[in-house]
């Protein structure tokens, strides 16, 4: 992938934050992820590149834009599987809550899995731990490995867990355990994330959410040294057969990083909506708007946080040619 694509999505994702800003807290979540929605794909029309995407809002029947398999850029540069969430945290936006992000990851042609969109089991881990989890381990385990690893003791370390009737025996069993939780109403892949920075707060990501959102966290924490692992959750026979159909005939397969992202490279990118722990959200005031983004690859190594600075009348629609 050619280098300046780092900057170029940055762009991305800070017209998808910028966008969906608008309708915090006013209880408006489809409104919210049509403008972020909307703003990514008119951004991702200038970005020279040539990507087709392999995880987004669904399939060409279900979104409009942003559908698997919709061919984006301009049609020059590299050839890159896309993965998109222009808004991780819909919810969250409607409410004005913690951590949404618009969030944008790439990759050469042909390395991001095509994840079903259905539930995954996960654990993800920051660099400390690689190597340390197993997804098939008990919770008491998986605990005790990420203490050792991070030089702490159990009692304090944190978990972060979406707080849903599913996770119910996995709350229960990291009280056992003596360790400290984090209860997310939304945003895995926020939290996923977070593991790999200790200003978080956040040491390991347990619990069920999307698969597809596994994807993007995955090429994330690629580029940040971590770790992910994941098992598909089927809801029901139709999801089964959906995985059969994908060619995964194993229910009970891992997917490691290797098959998350298999490729050498990635990029990631995702800017703050709202305020969370690693990044802050959109900020209006008269004609500008700030953002704040996090940008970075797996190449290089390189981390990025980037505050932007707009003017709302030179850009009104987010966009520029040139």
């Given at each position: 992938?050619?280098?300046?694509?780092?900057?170029?999505?940055?762009?991305?994702?800070?017209?998808?934050?910028?966008?969906?800003?608008?309708?915090?807290?006013?209880?408006?979540?489809?409104?919210?992820?049509?403008?972020?929605?909307?703003?990514?794909?008119?951004?991702?029309?200038?970005?020279?590149?040539?990507?087709?995407?392999?995880i987004g809002e669904g399939e060409?029947?279900?979104?409009?834009?942003?559908?698997?398999?919709?061919?984006?850029?301009?049609?020059?540069?590299?050839?890159?599987?896309?993965?998109?969430?222009?808004?991780?945290?819909?919810?969250?936006?409607?409410?004005?809550?913690?951590?949404?992000?618009?969030?944008?990851?790439?990759?050469?042609?042909?390395?991001?899995?095509?994840?079903?969109?259905?539930?995954?089991?996960?654990?993800?881990?920051?660099?400390?731990?690689?190597?340390?989890?197993?997804?098939?381990?008990?919770?008491?385990?998986?605990?005790?490995?990420?203490?050792?690893?991070?030089?702490?003791?159990?009692?304090?370390?944190?978990?972060?867990?979406?707080?849903?009737?599913?996770?119910?025996?996995?709350?229960?069993?990291?009280?056992?355990?003596?360790?400290?939780?984090?209860?997310?109403?939304?945003?895995?892949?926020?939290a996923a994330i977070n593991t790999?920075?200790?200003?978080?707060?956040?040491?390991?990501?347990?619990?069920?959410?999307?698969?597809?959102?596994?994807?993007?966290?995955?090429?994330?924490?690629?580029?940040?040294?971590?770790?992910?692992?994941?098992?598909?959750?089927?809801?029901?026979?139709?999801?089964?057969?959906?995985?059969?159909?994908?060619?995964?005939?194993?229910?009970?397969?891992?997917?490691?990083?290797?098959?998350?992202?298999?490729?050498?490279?990635?990029?990631?990118?995702?800017?703050?909506?709202?305020?969370?722990?690693?990044?802050?959200?959109?900020?209006?005031?008269?004609?500008?708007?700030?953002?704040?983004?996090?940008?970075?690859?797996?190449?290089?190594?390189?981390?990025?946080?980037?505050?932007?600075?707009?003017?709302?009348?030179?850009?009104?629609?987010?966009?520029?040619?040139?």
């Amino acid at each position: 992938m050619e280098r300046s694509l780092t900057m170029e999505i940055v762009r991305v994702t800070e017209a998808a934050a910028l966008s969906s800003a608008r309708w915090m807290g006013r209880g408006k979540k489809e409104e919210a992820d049509d403008a972020a929605t909307t703003a990514m794909r008119n951004v991702f029309d200038t970005i020279p590149m040539q990507g087709t995407v392999v995880i987004g809002e669904g399939e060409m029947d279900e979104a409009p834009m942003l559908y698997i398999g919709e061919e984006l850029g301009t049609g020059s540069g590299s050839s890159v599987d896309v993965a998109v969430d222009p808004l991780e945290g819909t919810n969250i936006v409607a409410q004005g809550t913690w951590n949404a992000l618009a969030v944008i990851a790439i990759a050469d042609q042909g390395t991001l899995l095509h994840a079903p969109d259905m539930y995954m089991q996960k654990i993800a881990v920051g660099p400390e731990a690689v190597g340390k989890v197993d997804i098939n381990a008990s919770t008491l385990e998986n605990l005790q490995s990420v203490a050792k690893a991070k030089n702490k003791h159990v009692e304090d370390v944190v978990a972060i867990v979406l707080d849903r009737p599913r996770h119910t025996k996995l709350i229960a069993e990291i009280r056992e355990a003596g360790a400290r939780i984090k209860l997310i109403p939304d945003g895995d892949v926020a939290a996923a994330i977070n593991t790999a920075f200790d200003d978080t707060g956040v040491d390991v990501l347990l619990g069920i959410g999307g698969a597809p959102e596994g994807v993007l966290a995955a090429a994330a924490l690629k580029c940040l040294g971590g770790e992910i692992q994941g098992k598909l959750v089927p809801s029901n026979d139709e999801e089964a057969a959906r995985c059969k159909e994908m060619g995964i005939t194993d229910i009970e397969k891992i997917f490691y990083m290797n098959d998350f992202c298999s490729g050498d490279d990635a990029i990631f990118a995702a800017s703050g909506v709202t305020d969370g722990e690693l990044l802050k959200g959109v900020q209006f005031k008269g004609s500008k708007a700030t953002t704040q983004t996090v940008v970075m690859r797996a190449k290089s190594g390189t981390v990025r946080f980037i505050d932007g600075e707009h003017s709302l009348i030179k850009k009104p629609n987010l966009v520029m040619e040139s």
